[in-house]
């Protein structure tokens, strides 16, 4: 494990593409972090945008010196993270995204943690918020292990070691020992990085004190693509590692392959209808089961109508996008499909 220094320069690293409508907000927010004596630059990699968030950028670049904004022209989060880290001077690499909001104290804190534990990565809980009704409630089937899967980095009170956190705080050594972000992977490039970690020994950390608000997607269209796009990504993290990272990555595919199969097979096969029927009964009971426990609260009973299409949208999307996966990157060799390459929303890659 690498010994960390005590910190004095931080660089924050921030991928970007078409966020005109949140750039101004999320700087205002970043510049006003309460830095006691950390020394910040920040690093601003956009993926060419076209809708005016560049002139938003180079304006604060002229006022705000601490602000330096760099070109990525592949426009995926992973070439432009590598930019950044390339020419970061921070002994201390921070990510952070354009379409989450920050406790004032978060550089602080991820600094203060990455000291004391003396781990590789340190970030805060991914804590989803909403501002529509359906974000809100995708927002609240973020949280439950229904939609995660039981990943640690969704359990809001985790305190300790696990084996992914939402963004990510580094000593800048650790990408000399590991490597920077793999630059083929369009999503899950935090997962197979934090992989990496683990694999090479390190520890990966989870404190409360580091506290973010992420804003999911606002509609099932856009979640659905969303979550094509981590299913098809994460089989070529598998297949490049030779494990999946947990179990829980493979259960959204089998059960959907378990559905095309046996409902293919329910014409022509009595058992084959019977099973089908079991599965499709099993899940409906399982969903709603799920819906009702985490809409329980009289507070969020609003949301218990859309919380089965929602949990249905996060479960059936990933195992789709996991199957075209074991088509695309196991069977037919290829290095990945347009129609899961595509960024769906801004540069953010959540």
């Given at each position: 494990?690498?010994?960390?220094?005590?910190?004095?320069?931080?660089?924050?690293?921030?991928?970007?593409?078409?966020?005109?409508?949140?750039?101004?907000?999320?700087?205002?927010?970043?510049?006003?972090?309460?830095?006691?004596?950390?020394?910040?630059?920040?690093?601003?990699?956009?993926?060419?945008?076209?809708?005016?968030?560049?002139?938003?950028?180079?304006?604060?670049?002229?006022?705000?010196?601490?602000?330096?904004?760099?070109?990525?022209?592949?426009?995926?989060?992973?070439?432009?993270?590598?930019?950044?880290?390339?020419?970061?001077?921070?002994?201390?690499?921070?990510?952070?995204?354009?379409?989450?909001?920050?406790?004032?104290?978060?550089?602080?804190?991820?600094?203060?943690?990455?000291?004391?534990?003396?781990?590789?990565?340190?970030?805060?809980?991914?804590?989803?918020?909403?501002?529509?009704?359906?974000?809100?409630?995708?927002?609240?089937?973020?949280?439950?292990?229904?939609?995660?899967?039981?990943?640690?980095?969704?359990?809001?009170?985790?305190?300790?070691?696990?084996?992914?956190?939402?963004?990510?705080?580094?000593?800048?050594?650790?990408?000399?020992?590991?490597?920077?972000?793999?630059?083929?992977?369009?999503?899950?490039?935090?997962?197979?990085?934090?992989?990496?970690?683990?694999?090479?020994?390190?520890?990966?950390?989870?404190?409360?004190?580091?506290?973010?608000?992420?804003?999911?997607?606002?509609?099932?269209?856009?979640?659905?693509?969303?979550?094509?796009?981590?299913?098809?990504?994460?089989?070529?993290?598998?297949?490049?590692?030779?494990?999946?990272?947990?179990?829980?990555?493979?259960?959204?595919?089998?059960?959907?392959?378990?559905?095309?199969?046996?409902?293919?097979?329910?014409?022509?096969?009595?058992?084959?209808?019977?099973?089908?029927?079991?599965?499709?009964?099993?899940?409906?009971?399982?969903n709603l089961t799920a819906s009702l426990v985490t809409c329980r609260k009289p507070s969020l009973f609003k949301f218990l109508p859309v919380m089965p299409v929602v949990f249905f949208t996060y479960h059936f999307a990933y195992g789709?996008?996991?199957?075209?996966?074991?088509?695309?990157?196991?069977?037919?060799?290829?290095?990945?499909?347009?129609?899961?390459?595509?960024?769906?929303?801004?540069?953010?890659?959540?």
């Amino acid at each position: 494990m690498i010994q960390i220094k005590p910190y004095n320069n931080v660089s924050v690293i921030v991928p970007c593409l078409n966020e005109a409508n949140y750039i101004k907000s999320f700087l205002d927010s970043l510049l006003s972090q309460e830095l006691d004596e950390i020394k910040l630059e920040v690093i601003i990699a956009d993926g060419m945008s076209n809708d005016g968030t560049r002139d938003v950028l180079e304006t604060y670049c002229k006022n705000h010196p601490e602000v330096r904004l760099i070109d990525n022209p592949a426009g995926i989060v992973s070439t432009g993270l590598n930019a950044a880290i390339g020419i970061a001077q921070g002994e201390i690499i921070i990510r952070m995204d354009v379409h989450t909001e920050y406790a004032p104290d978060y550089i602080y804190q991820c600094c203060n943690i990455l000291k004391e534990t003396g781990a590789d990565n340190v970030g805060g809980a991914w804590r989803a918020a909403g501002k529509t009704y359906l974000q809100k409630a995708i927002a609240l089937a973020f949280q439950s292990p229904c939609s995660s899967g039981g990943a640690a980095s969704h359990f809001l009170e985790k305190e300790g070691t696990v084996d992914s956190v939402y963004l990510g705080c580094w000593n800048k050594q650790i990408f000399n020992k590991i490597g920077l972000f793999d630059p083929e992977l369009v999503r899950n490039q935090d997962d197979e990085l934090n992989l990496r970690i683990t694999r090479f020994g390190g520890r990966i950390w989870q404190s409360r004190k580091i506290r973010s608000w992420y804003y999911p997607r606002s509609s099932l269209r856009a979640l659905f693509k969303q979550y094509c796009q981590y299913g098809y990504w994460k089989v070529r993290v598998i297949q490049k590692h030779k494990i999946p990272a947990a179990i829980r990555h493979l259960i959204p595919g089998g059960f959907v392959a378990s559905l095309i199969v046996l409902g293919a097979l329910s014409p022509f096969y009595d058992l084959g209808l019977w099973l089908f029927k079991l599965l499709v009964n099993l899940y409906i009971f399982a969903n709603l089961t799920a819906s009702l426990v985490t809409c329980r609260k009289p507070s969020l009973f609003k949301f218990l109508p859309v919380m089965p299409v929602v949990f249905f949208t996060y479960h059936f999307a990933y195992g789709y996008g996991f199957l075209r996966g074991l088509l695309d990157f196991i069977l037919l060799k290829k290095k990945g499909s347009n129609a899961f390459t595509t960024i769906s929303r801004g540069g953010t890659c959540e």
